[in-house]
């Protein structure tokens, strides 16, 4: 297996302790209610921590599909996150997993800067689909975006 390493950053205009709130704390919660297309978040195993698989249901093209993140660690002190999609419609074909690291820090205007260091952990020794990263990342930014709209409408 071959590990293949993404850097991203963005900012937001929502404060960081709010935004990680949002994100980790009461995602299972909020991103239903952001996000029409999501149904459901189950947990599968675990008790909410480090371990844990979720199971996320959502529309996609008409059918109900799913996608399992397994949460790897969480560090409230510092703002940081990070899960794993091991299963489901957002895992490729190529990839036994792929990690998100997740760090929240104060960004301008009092809102937030998040860096992101995305793993992928490949079958073999084939680096990922171009195409198929690429359609990854637009569906993450526009998920973030979704939910940093509803943050602020209800805020």
Do not use: C, R, W
């Not at 675990?46 to 844990?52: C, D, H, I, L």
């Not at 490949?122 to 709209?149: H, M, Q, R, T, Y």
């Amino acid at each position: 297996m071959a590990v293949f390493t993404f850097e991203d950053q963005t900012t937001s205009p929502v404060a960081p302790a709010t935004l990680y709130q949002a994100l980790v704390k009461d995602a299972d919660n909020i991103v239903p209610k952001a996000v029409d297309s999501f149904k459901s978040v189950e947990i599968v195993e675990g008790n909410g921590g480090p371990g844990t698989i979720k199971k996320i249901s959502f529309l996609e093209d008409g059918e109900t599909k799913f996608v399992l993140h397994k949460i790897e660690t969480i560090d409230e002190a510092n703002l940081g996150y990070s899960y794993s999609i091991v299963g489901g419609a957002a895992l490729p074909d190529t990839a036994e997993k792929i990690t998100i690291d997740t760090k929240i820090s104060d960004g301008p205007n009092g809102g937030s800067l998040i860096k992101l260091s995305i793993s992928y952990h490949s079958k073999g020794d084939a680096p990922p689909n171009e195409d198929e990263l690429k359609a990854g990342k637009a569906k993450s930014d526009a998920l973030f975006k979704v939910i940093e709209a509803y943050l602020l409408a209800n805020a």
